[in-house]
């Protein structure tokens, strides 16, 4: 199998293989499945970001009471397992255009760091191949604090053309970049609540900032693609109507393990599988265990 920058091969390897046991074992007999979830399923994982380590505390699920498991989508292992199949070859947008790719690895990790937050600014209700392009000519231009705040708006809108919301996310990065001129030294914060505060910068971001700028992960990134696919799936106790309601109903069962990949993960299946219109359901592997691919062939009917 072919791996991602993104996705190491051990991140890879031993989620699908954790995956392919549940699938396994709801083949089995009643017997076997129920040993089979005790060796394989709801387990309590304590991972570290850089899945170094294996886990380290386990509890049987069925010596919780009812009332008390946490809810999980049924069938969530079977359809992330098949997303990753069919993500397989890493060759989706996002797999060569994402904020940490773009950015200036060369650079200063101050400007690096300053680099992944801008392209997340711009990327918001922009395709990544626009974002890209903007990236590429704010670095010839100079992308570092310095240089952009004695950057023209309207020189600096003219670099970022044409992403969504030009004109507001000239003012956010302006903004933005006096701040960390006079309060963090130049760098970027290294807390969620502080990039928050950052005008233009909510949760999604933040959490993506920390991931690829400072490698921690303090939550799931949910954006448009996450936000659709994970309503889409089932994997919301009930429908969500905004991408943060899908983010803490994600955290509330997802395993930790996954939350560092999961939004690359999603959004290369939403840019080439699971459009926002005309979705490939006829390819897509959750065809047959996918609420709203079941739904689309009822309403044909």
Not at 119 to 128: A, F, N, V
Not at 143 to 166: A, H, M, R, W
Request: charged share 25%; hydrophobic share 35%; net charge positive.
């Amino acid at each position: 199998m072919a791996q991602s920058k993104y996705f190491s091969g051990r991140c890879v390897t031993r989620s699908r293989k954790t995956l392919s046991k549940a699938a396994n074992a709801s083949s089995a007999s009643a017997s076997a499945s129920l040993t089979a979830d005790k060796q394989v399923g709801s387990v309590k994982r304590h991972l570290s970001v850089e899945y170094e380590k294996e886990l380290v505390e386990e509890k049987d699920v069925y010596d919780v009471p009812p009332k008390e498991r946490k809810w999980e989508p049924p069938r969530w292992k079977e359809q992330l397992n098949n997303v990753f199949t069919l993500r397989k070859n890493w060759d989706a947008p996002v797999d060569f255009m994402g904020c940490d790719v773009i950015s200036d690895k060369t650079a200063t990790p101050q400007i690096y760091r300053y680099q992944v937050l801008l392209s997340l600014m711009l990327s918001s209700q922009t395709k990544d191949q626009v974002t890209s392009a903007a990236m590429a000519k704010l670095q010839k231009h100079g992308c570092n604090i310095e240089s952009i705040l004695q950057t023209s708006d309207k020189q600096l809108g003219e670099l970022i053309y044409p992403v969504g919301f030009g004109k507001r996310k000239v003012e956010y990065i302006k903004r933005t970049s006096e701040i960390l001129r006079d309060k963090y030294n130049g760098d970027i914060p290294n807390t969620v609540e502080e990039l928050c505060s950052l005008p233009g910068v909510g949760p999604k971001m933040a959490h993506l900032v920390m991931k690829c700028a400072w490698n921690q992960v303090t939550g799931i990134g949910v954006d448009t693609h996450v936000h659709r696919i994970s309503n889409r799936l089932g994997w919301t106790q009930k429908p969500t109507n905004q991408p943060e309601k899908t983010r803490v109903a994600l955290e509330a069962w997802l395993p930790r393990e996954y939350w560092k990949d999961i939004n690359h993960l999603l959004v290369g299946f939403g840019q080439q599988i699971c459009l926002p219109v005309g979705p490939k359901c006829g390819k897509c592997l959750n065809r047959e265990i996918c609420p709203y691919a079941i739904g689309k062939r009822k309403d044909k009917k």
